[in-house]
């Protein structure tokens, strides 16, 4: 069983988090090298130089001329190179030993990989192919992401396989496929430049995205109005032209409202809507409902607001919508989203230049990472993994039978489900931290509790990581190459800058050597990313995410390519060496596979939907007895899990510990002041952290960041709800109470303060 072998203390001491250095040299230091490549952290993937010196990172440089973010970095651009020769990386496999103080011991890379070969036969041979299970990332290349499918669906046979991107952008990616046909973002960031009305929903872009703050701040200087939806007033909010301070969970009930003053005002695009679009009557008849007194109601935004919403966005001539996971954390998640994309629709402001939507990408490859294979109900190419025509084009490029491919699988929450209830025996993961990222963590770690076998491919032990019974050491970003997709739907490249370290190994060579050792190498015999990303091309061709005219010269050559990138005209079938790509989709001469002539959106009928999106009460609502909300989110210097960030010293000094955000009205109400010890309890735990007394939040609202582990993880007391649809975790509201805490907690004694 994958129980952890000793107390957690000693694994922490022995594999940390431990701190970096403050520093690895200085901005004076002479580098043998620069290799251009891309920040580690997050959607945006900021272009940087890496100065190299012998097989070491020693700091960075601007890259000035990626038109991305023109050498700008947040915090954790700046620090990310501290990651590397970190005493906490893995340079040996490891072995679960419950007799060794740490907990674990050294073991030779080959004989790590015959040892999880041998016991993913067992347990196959024993229970069958979906016996074995595969959890991926997504911040892994684009080329590994595609492989880890193909390893799952093709060595493996086995239908359970999901990714972490699940707990990104998923609820977005249905909206956009069920309006658009599509699930990318419409529009370059550089159309916000010039815009009339910029509204950000559920979105902390100063600290979540900085980058794109910087073109929130050149909208608003050349006269953009700022409209900021969020129940808490962030760094963004602070300077917006309207803020509306919605209640946690009842995003798609304001978006309704607004709606309903357009239509009623007149402000849409009639014209627009009934030459490019389907379904307005039926989202119109559900509007009619939503008075501005009803909305007020339910979502605590003032009447006055919600009307000067409406007018700024319905009078704008132009305009740029941007959401996150704010209005997509949600069991109501789609239907945010789709709230939001019905107020695009209505104004008929999409595919054309200072116009836009999108949604703001998390994680560093969360576009990419989702767009070919690694999903469990998608196969390359943004294809579905039901429909017989995607199934038989995918089997051909992977020289097997049609019907030799598995199914759809189940998501990551589900599939923990199914470890639980015994029907997963096995579970390889990589670059995924689930005992941290998913809610209701303490079910997630019985249910770790209970595989007979678990590999875990990291560079860092992680929290997860510590029940495994065999760890393989896998890269870092800066150890690879290969490709990541932006938040803007930009193909980027990543450059290897150093080999990797002792016995560690690139983990496409680790997914590589595992198909060899179980003895179905057919299919994982790749030189390097380079030969993988030629079949990807092909794998993507005619799929919506077409990737088949992008090579990894033209990347170089443009700074990018956005997709879809054809290698054939997909209106005369020519080819077309030279396709640039497209940065702004549905533009009204745009021609694609799908619709063929008829429109500019990727249905047969070339037109866009309008969906109804209703309002429905959160899973786990308020009531008398956990009377206040709770909602989570980031931190700017720190990053999903932790996994990375808690160990970069400058990162932790930054924000060393999670803290519990209350306003003044609700601290005077419960006796407890700034810096106080405070408990949250919710219905499936409790959670101690010091207060932090602020005026930037909702009186009914409390606010914890989420990238921390043991009893300071958030998610020891979020709910496990999810989305129907997208089977996006509830992250952003459950119901909670509040008190001061008896005493100080027990961890704060510990040796290891960021955990």
Known sequence: MAKIPVDELSIIQAYGPHLSASIRGTTSDEPEKLVKTHCC?????????????????????????????????????????????????????????????????????????????????????????GAVAVLGGASLTTEKTYLLGKFARVCLKTPFIDYNGRLCMVSAGAANKKAFGIDRVTSPWSDMIGTEVLWIAGSNVAECSPITTNYVWQARERGAKVIVQDPRITPIARTCDLYLPVRPGRDAALFAGVLQLMIEHGWIDREFIEAHTSGF?????????????????????????????????????????????????????????????????????????????????????????????????????????????????????????????????????????????????????????????????????????????????????????????????????????????????????????????????????????????????????????????????????????????????????????????????????????????????????????????AGRFYFADGKARFNVAEHRTPVDDVDDNFPLFL???RVVSQFLSGTQTRRIGPLVKQYPTPRIELHPRLAQKLGIADGDWATCETRRGSITLRAMVVTTIRPDTLFIPYHWAGEKSANRVTVAAQDPISKIPQYKVCACRLRKADAAPGYDAKLEAQQ
């Open 631 to 633: 909602t989570t989110g």
């Open 281 to 597: 009557e039926q989202v119109a008849d559900y509007c009619r409902a939503w008075t501005p007194a009803r909305t007020a109601d339910v979502t605590g935004v003032p009447e006055r607001s919600i009307y000067k919403a409406a007018e700024l966005w319905g009078q704008a001539k132009s305009s740029f919508l941007l959401h996150a996971r704010g209005i997509e954390h949600h069991s109501n998640g789609v239907q945010n989203a789709l709230g939001a994309i019905n107020l695009v629709l209505a104004s008929g402001r999409i595919g054309k230049p200072k116009s836009g939507y999108g949604t703001i990408v998390g994680q560093a490859n969360g576009q990419g990472g989702r767009e070919h294979g690694q999903k469990c109900d998608q196969l390359p190419g943004l294809r579905d993994i039901s429909n017989p025509d995607h199934r038989k084009y995918i089997a051909s490029v992977w020289g097997v039978e049609e019907r030799d491919i598995p199914g759809p699988g189940v998501d990551a929450y589900e599939l923990f489900r199914k470890i639980d209830a015994g029907e997963i025996k096995g579970l390889i993961s990589i670059c995924f931290n689930p005992k941290i990222s998913l809610p209701d963590s303490g079910f997630v770690a019985r249910a770790l509790d209970k595989l007979e076998f678990y590999a875990a491919i990291d560079f860092f032990l992680n929290d997860t990581a510590r029940h495994a019974d065999l760890v393989l050491p896998g890269s870092l970003q800066e150890e690879d190459e290969g490709t990541v997709t932006q938040v803007e739907g930009r193909v980027i490249k990543i450059n290897k800058a150093i080999q990797p370290p002792g016995e560690a190994r690139e983990d496409w060579r680790i997914i590589q050597d595992l198909a060899q050792a179980l003895g179905r190498p057919k299919g994982f015999t790749f030189a390097g990313p380079r030969e993988i990303f030629e079949e990807l091309r092909i794998a993507s061709k005619g799929g919506i995410s077409d990737y088949s005219g992008i090579t990894y010269d033209k990347i170089e050559r443009q700074m990018g390519v956005f997709w879809p990138c054809y290698a054939n005209d997909p209106k005369t079938g020519a080819p077309t060496p030279d396709h640039p790509g497209t940065p702004r989709l549905f533009e009204p001469d745009s021609f694609n596979p799908i619709a063929k002539g």
């Open 41 to 129: 952290f997050c959607g945006q993937q900021c272009g940087i130089q890496l100065k190299v010196r012998g097989n070491d990172v020693i700091g960075f440089e601007p890259w000035d001329e990626f038109p991305f973010n023109r050498g700008m970095l947040c915090p954790k651009g700046v620090k990310r190179y501290l990651q590397g020769s970190h005493p906490d990386r893995l340079l040996t496999a490891l072995q679960r030993d419950p007799t060794s103080q740490s907990g674990f011991r050294s073991l030779g890379y080959e004989q790590a990989i015959a040892r999880a070969a041998s016991e993913i036969a067992r347990l196959q041979q024993a229970h069958g192919a």
